[in-house]
């Protein structure tokens, strides 16, 4: 039995690390997650191209997938075993939601090779998930965030201490994606600096849920910055033509929202400064089974 589902990466609005409530947008790069379920018990899982990248995150979603619903599936969890296979274009710890991708993925994918693929609310599925990355300790307050936006699309407003859904609104942007070539670890992120500037953060809360996702995205990126020790230089380039722009996650990536033409514009100052700069487009769709 074998399942395959494919999830989006997000972009970030509003970092959790601060008070607990995220807020997080999908865009169209992808990780794809497949699972070949055996009957040996095992699980294991390798991520295409990285051979020594950490596997525990996309291990944990499957026997978690499986603990929970193998016997819905008249299957014997003890006696299931699974082959993950993680394929992706989302750069991995680099404030683009890597992790909730693929976990998402491989949350599906394992239901699907369970023949279970419509058993689960979408948003339970992404709650397994976000519970794997707890038990990985990849999250510092599972990013249910992050994991809503990629599994449902559009942007997503959450309370990550309850994984509770506060908003949820398909959005269609150009997003422009600067990608500094190095890796930021969200486990590693200063958890305490980030909660002294809980007053922004409430700021940006009450922005994105007026719908103001661009004034808060800038204000949550300059705050970030500070916090986590990131140039705002990236965004001040980026201003004032674009809606929004901000740190993503904990970084090192950056991400601006507007109208295509200014993205380009932006574009050609990003690509001045080393690594990768993406023009892309938000996702409505969230995680699909394929
Ligand atoms: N394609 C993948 N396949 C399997 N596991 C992955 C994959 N991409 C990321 N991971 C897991 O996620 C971990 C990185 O999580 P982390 O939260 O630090 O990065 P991120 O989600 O990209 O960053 P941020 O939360 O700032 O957006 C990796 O160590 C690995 O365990
Ligand atoms: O690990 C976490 O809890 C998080 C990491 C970043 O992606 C943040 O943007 C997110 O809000 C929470």
Known sequence: MDGRAVAPAAGTVLNALATGTGSAFAIDLETTATVK???????????????????????????????????????????????????????????????????????????????????LERIDACRLGVQAARDAGVTVTGAFDDASASMLGGVTI????????????????????????????????DVSACERIAPMADLVAELALDGRYGEAMTVNGFAFCGALGFSADPMVEALPDVDGVSLSGTGPSYVAVGDRRTLETVQDRWTERDGTTRLLQTRTDGTQIQ
């Open 37 to 119: 379920l055996t009957d040996d018990g095992e699980v294991d899982a390798e991520i295409a191209g990285q051979p020594d990248a950490d596997t525990t995150l996309v291990e944990r979603c499957a026997e978690l997938t499986i603990a929970e619903h193998a016997d819905a599936a008249g299957l014997d969890e003890t006696a299931v075993g699974a082959r993950v296979e993680t394929n992706s274009d989302v750069p991995m710890a680099s404030g683009l939601k890597s992790s909730s991708a693929a976990a998402n993925a491989t949350v599906l994918a394992t239901l699907d090779a369970l023949e279970l693929g419509d058993a």
């Open 158 to 189: 959450t309370d990550n201490m309850a994984d509770e859904l506060l908003a949820h609104e398909e959005v269609d942007w150009h997003a422009l994606v600067y990608t500094p070539p190095e890796q930021s670890f969200s486990a590693d992120a």
